[in-house]
């Protein structure tokens, strides 16, 4: 089956590539061809890929699809595989593929790969999809040029392994220690699409602990060019607007209000827009010793009281940016949609089950993450290709249900007899994808939340 490998350039949109064919087999195939592969294996020569059933190509698509799926499964996987997929997984396929054998239903070859399978082949094909479907996404409007990023921190649980509670320690109270061990994570998302960059992680507890700030200036470097970075007040620091604006990033960072009274030099009030210049406290030094003596942030604090959708009171809000855009309502809007990241978590932690990982080792729990950051990316994908079909917005569609259309076609598109027939099928499928859009919610007070509490099957656990 033929669904082409060419990869869109700098500037083209979806619909400017040279296949027609947007469903998720489609774009991995033409995001990471076997050439792709071929080229970052180099390093190792004497993993032969072309005479394996189960090549680093073929391992990552079924781990995506363990991870699309609502409970994916090892055997979920290697079913997937028995109904077939394209040629393009195997350029030099070996005598038991040419000769149509069929493949074995146990699980144990495919779970031998995963564990074989290199980090470093996993991160750098994360980083090329995000990066490639980053460039191809269509940006109307004055902003086009240039994107901006939301930050956001959170915490995912896994599995109880004495390696695991090792490097990344359980939590602990008044009570006692809990069972599960903990990582941090932070995530960027792009504004528009909702594409997600490989996240950067460590461990919450423990002696090496690591703080959110502390990893975002890790993921800097791999940040878009010239983004501009938004983030909450937990990102409101001198260290993070240093980092940032020191790699060409502009930021937009929400303050706390007692931190805006320190740069400001007295009470804030709704209207300010006050030229600052942000030099690092003692603490800042204490914490980040490199800093030279000259280190400072040249910007802008901005304050303006803002009323919150749900109906609560107003609130002031204090930003402090480095942006050069004249009227402070701009800046205080583009912030406003950092609601879209609380969106994207959800739907990384529930629709994609990071908020409960399932492997057993450090090597496996961050194949699992950037396998769920390509799967996510490649949803975003086909959401992005429905968005420029239809010209809304792609924060328009439902991640969820789109999801849910993907995993109906993408064994029929898998399987599919000949080009002409998986066509049919992505041009079936987008067509579902194009009705998935959000409903618009009448703006006003939203009723307060409230959930029943879920029976417990079995006593909890006491020591």
């Known amino acids: 089956m033929d669904t082409g490998s060419g990869i869109a350039t700098e500037g083209e949109s979806l619909a400017a590539v040279g296949a027609s064919r947007s469903d998720i087999l489609a774009l991995f195939l033409r995001l990471l061809p076997p050439a792709f592969f071929a080229q970052i294996g180099e390093p190792q020569p004497m993993r032969r890929q072309h005479n394996r059933v189960y090549n680093d190509a073929v391992v990552i698509w079924l781990m995506l699809v363990q991870r699309l799926l609502e409970r994916g499964s090892l055997e979920a996987a290697v079913v997937e595989l028995g109904r077939g997929l394209p040629q393009d997984f195997w350029p030099r396929p070996c005598r038991r593929l040419c000769r149509g054998t069929k493949m074995s239903g146990n699980t144990a070859a495919y779970n031998e790969a995963r564990q074989r399978l290199p980090l470093r082949i996993v991160e750098q094909s994360a980083d090329r999809v995000f990066q490639e479907m980053l460039q191809q996404v269509a940006r109307p409007g004055k902003d086009a040029g240039r994107p901006a990023v939301f930050i956001d921190g959170s915490s995912m649980r896994m599995p109880h392994s004495e390696t695991l509670a090792a490097k990344y320690p359980p939590g602990s109270n008044q009570h006692g220690k809990s069972h599960w061990p903990l990582v ?71 303050l706390t209000l007692a931190r805006a009274r320190h740069l400001a030099g007295e009470e804030v009030q709704d209207g300010m827009d006050r030229r600052i210049r942000w030099t690092p406290s003692r603490d800042d030094r204490r914490k980040h010793l490199t800093l030279p003596d000259d280190a400072g942030v040249e910007g802008r604090l901005i304050v303006r009281r803002v009323q919150p959708s749900n109906g609560k009171s107003p609130f002031l809000l204090a930003l402090f940016t480095t942006l050069e855009e004249p009227k402070a309502v701009a800046v205080v809007q583009l912030y406003g949609y950092r609601w879209n990241i609380e969106t994207d978590l959800r739907s990384l932690k529930q629709a994609l089950r990071l908020d409960q990982l399932t492997s057993t080792t450090p090597a496996m729990v961050a194949k699992e993450i950037d396998v769920a950051m390509m799967a996510y990316n490649l949803v975003r994908a086909v959401i992005c290709a429905a968005a420029e079909q239809t010209g809304l917005e792609p924060r328009r569609f439902g991640f969820t249900r789109v999801r849910n259309i993907v995993n109906a076609f993408a064994p029929l598109i898998a399987s599919a007899a000949d080009p002409r027939q998986a066509q049919e099928l992505s041009d079936k499928m987008m067509y579902y994808v194009r009705q998935a859009k959000l409903p618009r919610r009448k703006r006003g007070p939203s009723p307060p939340r409230a959930v029943w509490p879920k029976p417990h099957k079995y006593p909890k656990r006491h020591e």
């Open 184 to 254: 941090r994570i932070v995530v960027a998302h792009d504004l528009y699409s909702g594409l997600a960059m490989r996240p950067e992680w460590g461990a919450l507890n423990g002696e090496q602990a690591v703080s959110e700030q502390g990893l975002l200036e890790q993921a800097i470097e791999r940040l878009p060019s010239g983004c501009v970075v938004l983030g909450d007040a937990n990102f409101g620091v001198f260290s993070v607007a240093y980092a940032a604006t020191g790699r060409g990033h502009p930021v937009v960072l929400r």
